[in-house]
């Protein structure tokens, strides 16, 4: 049977799966659900300075396209940072047994001098939680993604650098433009203390049109959000692969349509080290990381393939 267990900065991990922020880590409960799932990993709901109650409702919507026979899961969302305040995900962080599983602490501040603030709490609290800044918030009413300003990331990198002083990681928003994968990779790779990407937060501000009703499927913001599930494997395969090749000191977490054992294989052969479960995880609950595992280690039986190093990054391109 194949072996799962992988590591992470040099943290032994049961295995590769986590969820995706956002989906079944927002209250104490669903933390809790999790830390006591088959996940080998755990992130919290990204969290700003204060607790918000984010956007109107309907604000999610899961939706299948292809027909029957493709059963494709989809998502899009506009939930607008709805959490219970960074203090409250500290507190979770605080009573964690980050010997079971790692546990990632993601932040969102809606400034910089909010996200500094929450960045020096986490450091004076000394957890082993692990910091993650999420640069891709694509659903706040009025505020650009820090991902997509070159210039407003690089000032957040450089500030949290020297703030935290430990290694932290970033939720990246998905690029689609071989110039933006250079300079992005340019940035990243200015800040050593970056060790670690999460690559992708959905494609943002999609709109989802149901054909009956010629309504948009979620309120907020006209109808427009982010979108996850299968539309975006690709696109995030090929923003884990191309920060993968990029970022040779850095490790890649893949986030992006996954569902059985064979995407979080395919995330795995383009360079991920953890894999992330989003629109699935929120259709099925935390049992769907036994299935997914057993399906993973399934592809890795019939391939041959011993250990997740056997694979990982190994991903093949036609000469
Ligand atoms: O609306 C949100 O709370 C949200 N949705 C996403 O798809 N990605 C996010 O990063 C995010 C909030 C930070």
């Given at each position: 049977m194949a072996d799962l267990t992988t590591q992470f900065l040099e943290l032994p991990v049961k295995n590769p799966l986590m969820n995706a922020s956002g989906?079944?880590?927002?209250v104490a409960s669903q933390l809790e659900a999790l830390a006591e799932s088959a996940a080998g990993a755990m992130v919290s709901k990204s969290c700003t300075l204060h607790p918000r109650d984010g956007n109107?409702?309907?604000?999610y919507r899961v939706f299948g396209h292809g027909g029957p026979k493709e059963n494709k899961v989809c998502s899009i969302n506009?939930?607008?940072?709805?959490?219970?305040?960074?203090a409250y995900y500290l507190r979770y962080a605080q009573r964690h047994d980050h010997e079971n599983k790692p546990l990632f602490v993601s932040i969102s501040g809606l400034t910089l001098d909010d996200n500094l603030t929450m960045v020096d709490s986490l450091k004076d609290a000394v957890t082993p939680a692990i910091l993650e800044v999420n640069?891709?918030?694509?659903?706040?009413?009025g505020k650009s993604q820090i991902g997509y300003d070159f210039d407003a990331m690089d000032t957040l990198l450089a500030e949290v650098s020297s703030g935290y002083q430990r290694p932290f990681g970033v939720k990246l928003p998905p690029y689609f433009d071989m110039a933006h994968f250079d300079e992005a990779a340019e940035i990243l790779n200015?800040?050593?203390?970056?060790a670690f990407v999460t690559?992708?937060?959905?494609?943002?501000n999609a709109l989802v049109i149901d054909l009956?009703?010629?309504?948009?499927?979620?309120?907020?913001?006209?109808?427009f959000g982010g979108l996850g599930g299968d539309y975006v494997l690709p696109t995030a395969l090929a923003n884990v692969n191309a920060f993968y090749r990029r970022c040779s000191e850095k490790t890649i977490i893949g986030c992006g349509g996954v569902k059985s054992g064979t995407e979080a294989f395919l995330h795995l052969l383009a360079g991920a080290t953890l894999v992330q479960i989003g629109t699935s995880l929120y259709e099925e609950?935390?049992?769907?990381f036994p299935r997914v595992l057993d399906e993973l280690a399934a592809i890795m039986d019939d391939k041959g393939y011993k250990t997740i190093a056997d694979f990982r990054g190994k991903l093949k391109t036609i000469a």
């Open positions: 989906v079944w880590c927002s109107p409702e309907p604000r506009s939930m607008g940072l709805p959490n219970e305040g960074f640069l891709s918030c694509p659903n706040v009413p200015r800040y050593p203390l970056v690559c992708i937060n959905s494609i943002g009956e009703s010629e309504t948009t499927l979620i309120k907020p913001k006209d109808g609950g935390p049992g769907i």
